[in-house]
């Protein structure tokens, strides 16, 4: 399971204790928000899941606010045929 996460204006970087990742948002295809998680849709393989447990009502609203950002700005997506 991911444990650490860094989400910013960037894109975002996330890992465990032996292994680490950082997409930017050109590469993420899409934000999916379910009931308990949002999931981070990149690929068939590869879609890192943050369950909401892990964020603060706060933490969750900025979430959503920057995938809206970024989506506006046409940043979401760019890099991805």
């Given at each position: 399971?991911?444990?650490?996460?860094t989400i910013d204006g960037?894109?975002?970087a996330f890992g465990t204790p032996v292994s680490s990742s950082r997409i930017g948002?050109?590469?993420i295809k899409a934000v999916r928000e379910?009931?308990?998680r949002f999931i981070f849709l990149m690929s068939p393989s590869a879609n890192p899941v943050?369950?909401?447990r892990?964020?603060?009502e706060d933490e969750q609203v900025a979430l959503r606010?920057?995938?809206a950002d970024v989506t506006a700005t046409n940043?979401?997506?760019r890099g991805v045929d």
């Open positions: 399971m991911l444990s650490d996460w960037n894109g975002l948002w050109e590469g379910e009931r308990d943050l369950p909401k892990h964020l603060s606010q920057m995938v940043r979401l997506g």
